[in-house]
C-alpha cells in the first residue's frame, strides 16, 4: 500500500532550493540525528540511464531506522522519486534488462511476530511489489543472472525440525517427553560474533536459486538448493556465461588455528560439485569476473612472513581457467585497496555498495582505495598495474556500482561537511568531474553553521609525519582561549579523514576545538605505518597523540588546564592508556574499551591464536600482555573518567574495559561514572539505536561540560 503524503514529503527533501546564504544559521545540535537521511547502496541501471538507491531515515517515535527505495535520472533531471512503500526495503538490484529491480524487504511484524526478509520483484513500469521467496529462514543478497532469467540468493536451511527431533529425542531419553533444550554446548573457540550473537554451528548461509517469474497461476516459483554442507557461502557473483555461481567461504572447521580466509570457489547454477577456483596464503575479499569470463579479478589481504599486525588489501587478478596462479595488481602501489574511511554518519542501515568494476574491454578495473586520509576510485590497468584517480577530492567514497559497460559509475561521496549524496561519473575519462545527482539533507544542512576542519600535518618524537585536523568552533577568535578535545580512532587499523562526523561537528558548536588524528597503525599510509605498532600497542602511537596536541599548543588558542580525550574500540583503549601515562588531562571518556589484553584474548569474539597482535598466548608471555594493558597502571590515574559500555558488546565486552577501570577507580576513591547502554553492541555509535546515539553524546559532552567548563551538573554524583 502506498503512502503518497509521505513519499511526497521524501521527494521534496531533494529538490530544496540553494542554500540561503543570508539566513541567520544555527549551531548543530545532538538531535539533529532525529532529521538526518542517508543515501545508501547507489545502484546504476545497466544502460547508465537511471540509479536506484536506499534512503535512510530516522523513525524518532520507534526509535528506529527505515528504508526505502528511491529511483533518480543519472543526469540529474528530475529529482528522486520513491519506488518502494516499505518500511525496510533494502538491497535493491536491476534486472539485466533494466525493467525490473529485486529488492530485500522485512515485511512489518503481524500480531507481534517478527517474519523473516524476502527477495522482492517490483516492475519498472509501476504497480506493487510482490514477494519472489517465502524461505522460513529469510532470503537476501540477490543477484540476477547474465539472462534476467533466474536470481541466485543466500539463505539458511529450516533446521528447526531436525532440532526439535534431537531435543526430543534427548529428552525422551531423561524421560521428559516435552522438553527442548535451550542449553549451548560449545566445541569452536570463535563461538558468538558482535552484533549476531551466538552462533548456531547448525545453521549455515548456503546458495540457492529461484526463476525471476512467478507461475502461470501466480503463484512463487520453485527454489532450489545448490550448495550444501557445514560451510558458510557469501558474495555470490554469476560467471559472464550464466553456467556457474561464484562464491567466497573459509572452508576450514576451526579456522583460527592459521591465518588463512575465504577462498574462491564456484558451483554449477544447476547445483553439483564446488570447484575450488583460487586462494592465497590470507584472505579473498571482493570478486569480479572479467566481462569475456576468461579472467577473474578480486581483492584480497595476503599474509606476510613472519606475519604482521596488519595487512594492506590488495587487488589481484588471474585466468579463470583451473590452476591459474593469481597476480598481485598493485604490489607497487603502497595504499589500502578497498579501504575506508572511519566516521559515525556512514548509512546506518543497507550500507552496501561497492567492489571491482571492469572496464568493458577489460584492460581496466576500478576500485575504491584510501590515501592520507581520502577514498576515491582508482583505476588500475590490468596488465601492468598502472594506477590513476577516477575521483578525487578531500572526500570519502562509501558505495558505488557500475553501467554494464563500466563507463558509468554512481558514488556515494562524503565529506566533513556533508553526510552524503550520489554522483555520476565517467569511468571511461581520468579525473571526469562528478555530477552530483541528490541533496539529501540540504533542506537541514541549510540552515546549520559547520566549520571546516583545518588539516595539520606534524612531526612525532621520531621525525614521523602524522597526518590530523583540527575542528573549530563557528565564528572562531584565535585571541581567545578554548578547551580542546582529543578524538582517538579506533580499530586500531582505520583512520580519520575527509568524512562527516556528527560527533565532532556537535563537539565543536559547543565551544571545543576537537583534534583528531592518525597515529602510527593507522591505514590509508602504507604497509609500514600500519604494521609499525606490532607487539606494542599502545605505545608509541600514545606519542604520536600528544606531539599533536603539543603542535595545536603552539598556536595559543588552546587552554591547557582545560583539555579532554576520549575514543571508542581502540581509541578506548588508547584513552585508558593516556590517562595511566600522563595528568595533562582534565577529563576522559573511554569508549567500548579494553583494560586488560590478557581478559580480551580469552573473550573476545574473534581469536588471535596467531602471532599478529601478540607473541604468544597469555600465560606464555604475561608480561608482556601486562606491559601493555591500562589496568597495570590504574594507580596513577587522576583523571576523572566516564566509561561507556554497551551491553550486548561482544567485540570489547564491558566486564574486560569499562567494568575493571571503573571498579578499579572506585576503589581507589577516584572520580568516575560508567554509563551502560542496554542492547547494544560494539556498534553503538555508528547504527545503535537512535535514541542511544543522541544520549551517548550527550553524556559525553556533559562530562566534558563538567570538568572542562565547570558547568555545574548532579548528573554524576554519588548517589
Do not use: C
Not at 524476502?118 to 543477484?143: F, H, N, W
Not at 561521496?413 to 539533507?441: C, E, H, M, Q, W
Amino acid at each position: 500500500m502506498t503512502r503518497p503524503r509521505f513519499s511526497f514529503a521524501l521527494a521534496l527533501l531533494f529538490i530544496v532550493a540553494a542554500p540561503n546564504l543570508g539566513a541567520q544559521r544555527r549551531p548543530i545540535t545532538e538531535l539533529d540525528l532525529f532529521k538526518f537521511k542517508w543515501a545508501a547502496d547507489p545502484q546504476i541501471s545497466p544502460n547508465g540511464s537511471q540509479v536506484a538507491f536506499v534512503l535512510v531515515n530516522v523513525n524518532e517515535d520507534k526509535d528506529r531506522y527505515e528504508t526505502q527505495i528511491f529511483v533518480v535520472p543519472s543526469d540529474g533531471s528530475a529529482a528522486p522519486r520513491p519506488l518502494t512503500s516499505g518500511r525496510n526495503d533494502r538491497s535493491p538490484q536491476w534486472s539485466p534488462n533494466g525493467r525490473e529491480i529485486a529488492f530485500v524487504r522485512t515485511p512489518e511484524p503481524v500480531d507481534g511476530k517478527s517474519k523473516p526478509a524476502q527477495i522482492y520483484l517490483i516492475s519498472m513500469d509501476g504497480g506493487e511489489a510482490r514477494a519472489l521467496t517465502d524461505a522460513p529462514k529469510g532470503a537476501g543478497s540477490p543477484v540476477w543472472s547474465p539472462d534476467g532469467r533466474t536470481i541466485a540468493f543466500l539463505s539458511t536451511p529450516d533446521t528447526t525440525q531436525a532440532k526439535s527431533d534431537s531435543a526430543k529425542k534427548v529428552a525422551s531419553d531423561s524421560a521428559s517427553k516435552k522438553h527442548v533444550s535451550d542449553v549451548r554446548v560449545i566445541t569452536r573457540a570463535q563461538y558468538r560474533w558482535n552484533g549476531g550473537g551466538y552462533t548456531d554451528p547448525t545453521a549455515h548461509s548456503h546458495i540457492w536459486t529461484v526463476p525471476a517469474s512467478f507461475t502461470a497461476s501466480g503463484g512463487l516459483p520453485a527454489v532450489k538448493q545448490i550448495t550444501f554442507g557445514e560451510f558458510d557461502e557469501g558474495d555470490l557473483v554469476w560467471s559472464p556465461d550464466g553456467s556457474r555461481v561464484y562464491f567466497t567461504s573459509n572452508r576450514r572447521l576451526e579456522p583460527y588455528y592459521d591465518s588463512k580466509g575465504a577462498e574462491l570457489y564456484s558451483v554449477p547454477v544447476s547445483g553439483g560439485p564446488i570447484v575450488k577456483v583460487a586462494g592465497i596464503d590470507g584472505q579473498i575479499g571482493a570478486i569480479a569476473p572479467s566481462p569475456d569470463g576468461k579472467r577473474i579479478a578480486f581483492t584480497g589481504v595476503q599474509d606476510a612472513k613472519p606475519l604482521r599486525f596488519y595487512d594492506q588489501a590488495d587487488l589481484f587478478l588471474m585466468d579463470a581457467a583451473p590452476g591459474s596462479q593469481p597476480r598481485n595488481l598493485t604490489a607497487g602501489y603502497d595504499f589500502d585497496v578497498e579501504g575506508g574511511l572511519s566516521g559515525d554518519q556512514h548509512p546506518p542501515r543497507a550500507g552496501a555498495g561497492g567492489g571491482i568494476v571492469w572496464s568493458r574491454d577489460g584492460r581496466s578495473v576500478v576500485v575504491v582505495t584510501t590515501e592520507n586520509g581520502r577514498a576515491n576510485l582508482k583505476r588500475f590497468s590490468t596488465t601492468d598495474g598502472k594506477v590513476d584517480s577516477v575521483t578525487t577530492g578531500d572526500q570519502d567514497v562509501v558505495a558505488y556500482s557500475a553501467s554494464a559497460d563500466g563507463a558509468k559509475l554512481v558514488a556515494l561521496i562524503s565529506t566533513a561537511v556533508n553526510i552524503g549524496d550520489l554522483f555520476v561519473v565517467d569511468a571511461s575519462a581520468a579525473r571526469t568531474a562528478a555530477k552530483r545527482i541528490t541533496r539529501v539533507n540540504d533542506e537541514l544542512f541549510s540552515s546549520l553553521d559547520l566549520s571546516a576542519p583545518e588539516e595539520l600535518w606534524y612531526k612525532s618524537f621520531d621525525g614521523r609525519r602524522i597526518q590530523s585536523w583540527i575542528l573549530k568552533p563557528p565564528h572562531f577568535d584565535a585571541s581567545k582561549k578554548y578547551p580542546l578535545i582529543l578524538e582517538i580512532h579506533g580499530g586500531p587499523n582505520a583512520a580519520y579523514g575527509y568524512t562527516f562526523t556528527h560527533e565532532f561537528d556537535w563537539m565543536a558548536a559547543k565551544g571545543y576545538v576537537v583534534l583528531y588524528t592518525n597515529p602510527r597503525g593507522s591505514t590509508s599510509y602504507g604497509q609500514d605505518f600500519g604494521n609499525i605498532i606490532q607487539f606494542h600497542y599502545p605505545g608509541d602511537d600514545y606519542k604520536d597523540l600528544m606531539a599533536g596536541v603539543d603542535e595545536v599548543l603552539k598556536r595559543g588558542y588552546i587552554d591547557s588546564t582545560r583539555m579532554g580525550v576520549t575514543g571508542g574500540s581502540g581509541g578506548g583503549v588508547l584513552t585508558n592508556w593516556t590517562i595511566t601515562q600522563t595528568h595533562r588531562f582534565a577529563a576522559a571518556v573511554s569508549q567500548r574499551s579494553i583494560a586488560d589484553w590478557s581478559g580480551f584474548w580469552y573473550s573476545a569474539d574473534f581469536t588471535l591464536f596467531n602471532p599478529t597482535w601478540f607473541r604468544a598466548a597469555p600465560w606464555e608471555d604475561q608480561k608482556g600482555f601486562a606491559e601493555v594493558s591500562p589496568i597495570t597502571y590504574v594507580a596513577n590515574v587522576t583523571t576523572p573518567l566516564m566509561l561507556i559500555e554497551g551491553e550486548a558488546d561482544m567485540r570489547t565486552p564491558p566486564a574486560l574495559g569499562g567494568e575493571q577501570m571503573f571498579r578499579a577507580l572506585k576503589y581507589l576513591r577516584k572520580p568516575t561514572v560508567m554509563v551502560r547502554f542496554p542492547d547494544e553492541t560494539h556498534e553503538l555509535s555508528r547504527s545503535g539505536k537512535p535514541w542511544h546515539r543522541v544520549e551517548r553524546l550527550r553524556h559525553i559532552v556533559g562530562w566534558f561540560d563538567k570538568y572542562l567548563n565547570h558547568l555545574a551538573t548532579t548528573a554524576y554524583d554519588v548517589r
